[in-house]
């Protein structure tokens, strides 16, 4: 049975492949952030391209889909086309065979002719071939095999059908596939009208492109054949729809018919109005299509990359149906009639319906309020030219209105255009270059540290039109790597449009996938490239010094920087990683606190960082060792469970009725964030938290306590290591243990007895050892009374005795008291290779002014040291153990001086 319809056609082509033994592969997403060189998928073999090179296998050699693409690229996208043209398209859908080694060119030949004949029903005397000039397979293939005309099958250059992947790489002959629309369709006049002309007649329609990878291109030129040849083929669904249902313009077909009656019912035009103002019924329709998609894939409105494109195209809708007659936002409408009729094939349409209906509604209020001021200031610029008979407005004034107003340019051409009107648009590039080396300059004042910096920053920034009207677009959650515009340069307190090697500055970019710190984890950190320039920018912190604004702190650490320039964002991932084993093990951390210690354990701060964590927590007593040791065993029970780590958002309400842990003292807003750790049903834990975790409980690796302590009355402490962190301190004590093992000259399995029973024995002697000094020093003490000498009546010892322990010399100090009854001691030891002294006096002399401090401390000077106690018994030491003798010699003078 014939397919009609769009939704009939796009499934008979991947039912017709898949019969063919292709596998039906899904369409990858249109942002494009595994390959830095696309901002969308803008064609079927992108998700395929490793696969082609050789570095990805899949376990299928054929293939088929229906991708969804955009070639609207960057700041720079061409849109001016789209609604005047037939057949321009912002997205549109490909249908792709692909060959990855398998069949070639006679496969790709038959299946593409059967099924547009066969399958479609197309008439084959409509149908046009053309080959590469140098391909006689494919020639002789629609000649021989298919049974085409010669005069139907035409060869062609490299301009129209050769194709390449890049200057070096895999490379081929191409065939393309025409629609004869009839001679009634020719707008080229030319007698000999033909698809050899190649100069966009109306006639002809390509319809299907079939790429022969069979070279591999040098960086010389030279090509040589590839070991397995493949084959990527593209045909629109728009083009071919278009075919099938006998429309010139794709437009006029079922994929764009069912929104322009939308708008045609909303705005209650007539079919004479609708026709009048078909520009801007085409531009909805197709600006809501993609807008549509765009938003379904996770792309959000903003003022760099996919966002600037996805920010333009509803601002361009806006304003046409503002042109048309719309008051009120209306493109949500629009996307629902889309949502209606392409959400069976794309479910991602019907998941995200309430999302893009309010995303849509949102950008086309906020466009609202920068439209209304924009026009004015350019009708009024457009009504001085008239005055004046100008017809070109000069570059710096149309840079103005986008600097100023947020009037991008391409929305300015669209304005004037209706008004015979043009811009000098080298004169804009030039305003725009002299914008960026200016610093202080257009809309940038330049700022003074102390003033409100940060925040008449971001009023200007998005005022001006280079960031959402919410800040920065922050999204760490996404991965670790983004590409965005450099909107703003800060360095020593002010704005400025240019950096170079060596200078420590912030810069803010319109996206960033850089964490900010929060919730006690810390900042990431990384690099800001610049592929176009080789510059580079060290990322060391990142910062939110005011709501909707990102600054990346750091360094320029080669090349220059300029404000406009797109930037290649790059997490340090490996650091990351860290983190998050880290942030996750805080939740697990948590619930076994309060498993083991009681619920009344709540979280006071916490430290997230890559190289440990810091846990601080209510309780009122030390966790003792065994304590800790059965908490870190059922942490380490928890990771091996490989439970799943969900992240889901919700309102705060239901997430703290589901029993979600929140942190005192904290402010979460009415959707929170929530982490949970476990199945549903067999929840182990759920916190709200905005940090970053990781997939399964298993990633954290180990887990161990490296501290436990007080931090506050009733805040205790704990700091731990996971991941690498632990496999390093596991390893370093493995190797203690072997170290000692050797030591010991014992097996690990004896090495705890054995050091037992050496310490055993060791005490054992150190008290044998002490009970020896002891008597030693008793029997050098009974010769000390003899150099026992009288001072102003006083008996006085000051000598150095052999001992090494002070505490033996504490006890001969006792002796020499109970012995004299009255006097003063000074004794003199070395230990540890550094001078000592003792220092007692009996009570009745403390009376007179003698005091054991004094001395001691004067004593200590004459040494190098100091020291000091109570007034009958002091200590001191000291650095030059030479000088002992002439410190002893000044003891007497020293009683003297006291006695007065």
């Not at 990855?100 to 008439?123: H, M, N, S, W």
């Not at 003074?448 to 009023?459: K, M």
């Not at 800790?628 to 439970?643: F, G, H, R």
């Not at 243990?737 to 010991?744: C, D, K, S």
Request: one cysteine or more; proline letters at 3%; a negative charge.
């Amino acid at each position: 049975m014939k397919p009609t319809t769009s939704n009939e056609i796009r499934q008979a082509f991947l039912d017709f492949f898949n019969e063919m033994n292709h596998e039906v592969v899904a369409s990858a997403p249109l942002p494009q952030k595994d390959n830095p060189t696309l901002l969308f998928t803008n064609a079927g073999m992108n998700q395929f391209v490793d696969v082609f090179l050789g570095k990805e296998k899949r376990p299928y050699s054929r293939a088929t889909t229906s991708q969804k693409c955009m070639r609207v690229q960057g700041k720079h996208n061409d849109l001016e086309n789209v609604g005047p043209s037939p057949r321009h398209h912002t997205f549109f859908e490909m249908l792709g065979n692909f060959s990855f080694g398998d069949y070639f060119k006679e496969g790709a030949i038959r299946y593409g002719y059967d099924f547009l004949t066969k399958v479609c029903q197309i008439p084959a005397d409509r149908l046009y071939f053309t080959v590469h000039t140098s391909d006689d397979d494919a020639y002789n293939i629609w000649k021989n095999e298919i049974g085409v005309p010669e005069a139907r099958i035409l060869r062609m250059g490299d301009k129209t059908n050769f194709w390449m992947m890049g200057d070096v790489g895999p490379c081929g002959p191409t065939s393309e596939i025409h629609y004869d629309w009839g001679p009634e369709a020719c707008s080229c006049h030319q007698p000999n009208c033909s698809v050899l002309l190649d100069n966009d007649c109306d006639r002809w329609l390509e319809v299907w492109n079939l790429v022969f990878m069979q070279y591999d291109q040098a960086e010389d030129g030279t090509r040589t054949p590839l070991p397995k040849p493949g084959v990527d083929t593209g045909m629109g669904l728009e083009r071919l729809t278009s075919v099938i249902q006998g429309t010139q313009a794709n437009y006029d077909n079922d994929l764009f018919l069912a929104a322009m009656d939308k708008v045609q019912a909303l705005l209650g035009d007539s079919d004479a109005e609708r026709h009048e103002k078909y520009v801007g019924y085409r531009v909805i329709a197709d600006h809501g299509r993609a807008a549509t998609f765009l938003i379904a894939d996770g792309v959000r409105p903003g003022a760099a990359a996919a966002s600037y494109v996805l920010r333009m195209i509803i601002r361009r809708a806006a304003r046409f149906g503002r042109q048309i007659g719309f008051t009120e936002p209306f493109l949500a409408e629009v996307a629902q009639v889309f949502i209606d009729q392409m959400g069976d094939h794309y479910p991602e349409l019907r998941q995200n319906r309430d999302h893009i209906k309010r995303t849509l509604t949102q950008e086309e209020r906020r466009f609202a309020r920068t439209l209304d001021q924009a026009i004015v200031q350019l009708l009024s610029i457009l009504e001085e030219m008239a005055h004046k008979k100008q017809h070109e407005i000069t570059g710096d004034v149309a840079f103005d209105l986008y600097a100023t107003y947020g009037l991008p340019l391409e929305i300015t051409r669209d304005l004037i255009r209706e008004r015979n009107v043009t811009i000098d648009e080298k004169g804009y590039v030039k305003a725009r270059e002299l914008h960026a080396l200016a610093s202080g300059s257009g809309a940038f004042k330049g700022y003074e540290r102390g003033a409100n910096i940060y925040g008449d920053l971001l009023v200007e920034l998005v005022e001006g039109g280079q960031l959402a009207e919410s800040g920065v677009e922050y999204d760490p959650y996404a991965g670790s790597r983004n590409r965005a515009d450099v909107v703003a340069l800060v360095q020593d307190g002010m704005v400025v449009q240019k950096l170079s090697a060596g200078d420590k500055a912030e810069i803010i970019t319109a996206v960033t996938p850089f964490y900010v710190e929060a919730g006690g984890e810390v900042s990431d950190t990384g690099v800001i490239d610049f592929l176009d320039t080789g510059a580079q920018f060290r990322v060391d912190n990142v910062a939110k010094p005011t709501p909707g604004l990102v600054i990346h702190i750091g360094e320029v650490i080669k090349g220059e920087i300029e404000v406009g320039q797109e930037a290649r964002l790059v997490v340090d991932d490996l650091r990351r990683s860290d983190i998050r084993r880290n942030h996750t093990a805080t939740h697990v951390l948590h619930r076994e606190l309060r498993a083991h210690l009681g619920t009344h354990v709540t979280q006071q701060g916490s430290l997230v960082a890559p190289d440990r964590l810091r846990f601080d927590f209510s309780h009122d007593q030390a966790v003792d060792k065994e304590t800790l040791a059965a908490i870190e065993a059922d942490i380490n029970q928890a990771i091996l469970a490989n439970y799943p780590v969900k992240i889901h958002y919700m309102g705060q309400k239901e997430a703290i009725d589901k029993g979600a842990m929140a942190l005192f003292g904290e402010k979460y807003g009415d959707i929170v964030r929530t982490v949970t750790i476990g199945e549903e049903g067999n929840v182990y834990s759920m916190e709200l938290c905005g940090g970053l975790h990781v997939d399964e409980t298993n990633d954290i690796g180990q887990f161990r306590f490296v501290h436990e302590g007080a931090v506050a009355a009733g805040v205790r402490r704990v700091e731990a290591v996971t991941g690498r962190g632990a496999q390093t301190l596991i390893a370093e004590r493995l190797a203690v243990l072997e170290r000692v093992e050797q030591m010991l000259n014992a097996p690990v399995s004896e090495v705890e007895s054995r050091l037992h029973n050496i310490l055993t024995e060791n005490k054992n002697l150190q008290k044998e050892i002490g009970q020896l000094q002891r008597q030693v020093a008793r029997s050098q003490f009974d010769g000390l009374l003899a150099q026992v000498q009288e001072v102003a009546g006083i008996k006085l010892l000051a000598a150095q005795v052999q001992v090494s322990e002070v505490e033996t010399m504490r006890e001969m100090a006792d002796w020499f008291r109970d012995k004299a009854g009255s006097g003063v001691a000074v004794l003199a030891a070395v230990s540890n290779e550094k001078p000592v002294f003792i220092v007692t006096v009996s009570d009745d002399l403390i009376k007179r002014g003698v005091k054991a401090g004094d001395i001691v401390r004067e004593v200590a000077q004459v040494v190098g040291g100091g020291g000091g106690g109570r007034p009958n018994m002091a200590q001191a030491g000291g650095r030059d153990v030479a000088k002992i003798p002439e410190a002893l010699a000044i003891v007497p003078g020293l009683v003297e001086k006291a006695l007065g």
